[in-house]
């Protein structure tokens, strides 16, 4: 796409309060990061797959295998990717591993990007 084709100003004029407003609110450059590294893990329908399956119900590596037709190696190196950024917990009940959404947060970016979607 070249830049004709993108919609632009006619002019060139600085709006230096939006400037400053937008300077004022924008983070501090390691937290963008973070946030897009964050995003980076959403942007794999796998881990999606995964996630949404965990917006259910907690459920442990065996099941969520059988559930996403998926080698429990697969879940596992995904699983730890998701606990890498705080998006799953895990917790050990006897011999078994559950795995859960971490917080409300998470459930509400699923629900609200499932939202976003589906309008």
């Known amino acids: ?3 004709q084709d993108v919609e632009h100003c006619d002019c060139v004029e600085v709006h230096k309060n939006k400037v400053d407003q937008v300077l004022a609110q924008m983070p501090e450059e390691d937290v963008l990061y973070d946030l897009a590294e964050l995003f980076k893990v959403f942007g794999d329908s796998t ?3 995964i996630l949404f399956a965990l917006y259910g119900a907690d459920i442990c590596v065996c099941d969520l295998a059988e559930s996403l037709n998926m080698t429990q190696s697969a879940v596992s190196h995904q699983l730890k990717i998701l606990k890498q950024s705080r998006l799953v917990s895990n917790r050990r009940e006897g011999k078994q591993i559950y795995y859960f959404l971490t917080d409300d947060h998470v459930r509400r970016i ?9 309008e």
Request: hydrophobic share 55%.
């Open 47 to 49: 881990r999606i797959r």
């Open 1 to 3: 796409m070249a830049i």
């Open 110 to 118: 699923i629900a609200q990007g499932m939202e976003h979607v589906t």
